[in-house]
């Protein structure tokens, strides 16, 4: 199975790549998806939060999201316990998936999953070859800050809590640039897929 992980800086475009390799009939395992999936009501990782950041971040069994984004991106300290917190039911889960398509005879997974680079699947046996969905910063920051209705300080906070994306584009076996419009970025997008098929075992 060739594992394929997708990433990119924050608001590039990476969930739209992957969607329309996902609708080209490549399975798409979301690193997002499975980290809400270990923090759904009844989940051990919901008390370990609260014990670290304060009751206030979990109402009626649900995280407070937003409130929880708000105070880890902005002290650095803070993000780095969170993530001690949720990695390792992250990792834990991810393989577990990954070895659930390794079963099922899958010949292509795409890993989207946006601190690839920052969790080192490259470097642990997770992902063979790795696609980086890249826009330059001034695109970057004007797309979160619309996405996710931040004030410029908030999208740089989050922008700076991630490996820089040129050092991202540096070790990527592929590159899609998404400066230009949606039909431009479409075209990329089959461009891979085209080489994905031709690739695949």
Known sequence: MLKVGLTGGIATGKSTVSQQLEAAGFPVLDADQVARAVVEPGSPLLDKIQAA???????DGHLERKKLGQKVFADKADLDQLNAIMQPA??????AEIEAYQEKGTPVL???VPLLFERGYQESNLVDWVVVVS???TIERQRLEARNGLSG????QRIKAQLPLSGK????????????DLATLKQSVATLIQHLKEVSP
């Open 110 to 112: 795409i890993l989207d």
């Open 135 to 137: 826009a330059s910063p």
């Open 153 to 156: 300080q908030e999208a740089d």
């Open 169 to 180: 584009v540096a070790q990527a076996d592929w590159v899609i640039n998404n400066d230009g």
């Open 90 to 95: 992250i990792s834990q889960r991810m393989r």
């Open 53 to 59: 950041f304060g009751s206030e971040m979990v109402v």
